[in-house]
């Protein structure tokens, strides 16, 4: 089956240090990636959307430059989190799609602790 | 706006029961639903897919139905064990934007006493 990988699983890092998420489709080529955050005992928010090869398209709320979306090929986008404050302390999730209407495959997740 | 509700919020029962686990969702022009499951500290499991053009879809011991006129899925769970305790997710996918983005619920916890 379709299988997404994350990389780091957790990350802690210092206050205004910035960190880099990636999300990686293993054995299937992702036209589109999604990036959700979770709070403890919240559901998922979509934080944005990005294409391979364009711009990332992001989610009412959500600071484009504080978190950096990059596709830059059909198996890998990241997300850089620059300048982490403690409230950007998270469970960060990524999904992955082929094309619009398919499945959507999920990571594992990758924990940031800012402190 | 596209809101995805789920009840219980937590639920607890013993080994062997049969349960249903429900999802409503506010605009009934949606694309599919999916049912996950998300382990402590994990991503996220697809369960089952509904197409919105169907009524029910069943794998293994789950079977997840869908009334779409009414906003309504619930996820029945047969004969529970141990290991189906997580949490279970139920999003929709709808026609908003250019992606069809899935929404959310809170999730149901679940938590099956040997």
């Known amino acids: 089956g379709a299988v997404v990988s994350q990389h780091p699983s957790w990350v802690i890092c210092k206050s205004g240090t910035s960190v880099k998420i990636e999300c990686r489709s293993l054995?299937?080529?992702?036209?589109?990636m999604f990036w959700y955050r979770q709070f403890p005992k919240q559901s998922l928010m979509l934080m944005a959307t990005s294409n391979e090869g364009s711009k990332a398209t992001y989610e009412q709320g959500v600071e484009k430059d504080k978190f950096l979306i990059n596709h830059a090929s059909l198996t890998l986008s990241t997300l850089t989190v620059t300048s982490a404050h403690p409230e950007d302390s998270s469970f960060y999730i990524c999904s992955a799609q082929t094309v619009r209407g398919s499945p959507q495959y999920f990571g594992p997740g990758t924990r940031l602790l800012v402190l | 706006k596209q809101e995805v509700t789920q009840i219980p919020a937590a639920l607890s029962v013993p080994e062997g029961e049969n349960l249903v686990l429900n999802c409503s969702f506010t605009d009934s022009a949606i694309y599919n639903l999916q049912w996950f499951r998300q382990d402590p500290g994990k991503g996220l499991t697809s369960l089952l897919l509904?197409?919105?053009?169907?009524r029910e879809q069943t794998s293994g011991r789950l079977n997840a139905s869908l009334d779409k006129s009414s906003g309504r899925s619930t996820l029945y769970i047969a004969a529970s064990q141990p290991g189906d305790s997580a949490t279970y997710l139920c999003?929709?996918?709808?026609?908003?934007?250019?992606?069809?983005?899935?929404?959310f619920g809170k999730g149901t916890k679940l938590s099956v006493k040997p």
């Open positions: 999003a929709v996918r709808d026609y908003g934007g250019s992606q069809g983005n899935l929404i």
């Open positions: 054995d299937f080529q992702a036209t589109t």
């Open positions: 509904i197409q919105s053009s169907q």
